[in-house]
């Protein structure tokens, strides 16, 4: 059973920068997607970024494309969420999840259709 953790969440200005970071026990197997989520409070969970484990390749939220980078240490079983010049919008509470490989491939992976979640860790931007 695979687990997932988040850490790195907390309070920036905007303007700031956090990394985020979720560490996978268990074996997730040797090619797969890799994604990040948020959900603000009164809204619908969106998905951030994936990276595709095997590949490598990354796909982002044209919200984030250019402030964010979603990266993978394999020998860590750990993946990354870098944020650069954050915004107030950016505040919600981040999931790392892991899918298949067709959930990057397919673009499926955006709206959710991963099998393993983490917790989550808050962010809050404060303007």
């Known amino acids: 059973q695979l687990q997932l953790v988040e850490s790195g969440g907390g309070s920036v200005q905007s303007g700031g920068s956090l990394k985020l970071s979720c560490e996978v026990t268990?074996?997730?197997?040797?090619?797969?997607?890799m994604a990040w989520f948020r959900q603000a409070p009164g809204k619908e969970r969106e998905g951030v970024a994936a990276?595709?484990?095997?590949?490598?390749?990354?796909y982002y939220d044209g919200t984030v494309k250019g402030r964010f980078t979603i990266s993978k240490d394999a020998a860590k079983n750990t993946l990354y969420l870098q944020m650069n010049s954050l915004k107030p919008e950016d505040s919600a509470t981040y999931y790392c999840?892991?899918?298949?490989?067709?959930?990057?491939?397919?673009?499926?992976?955006?709206?959710?259709?991963?099998?393993?979640w983490g917790e989550g860790t808050l962010v809050t931007v404060s303007s």
């Open positions: 268990g074996f997730p197997g040797t090619t797969y997607c």
């Open positions: 990276i595709y484990v095997g590949g490598e390749s990354t």
């Open positions: 999840a892991k899918g298949t490989s067709y959930e990057c491939y397919s673009g499926s992976w955006s709206r959710g259709r991963m099998d393993y």
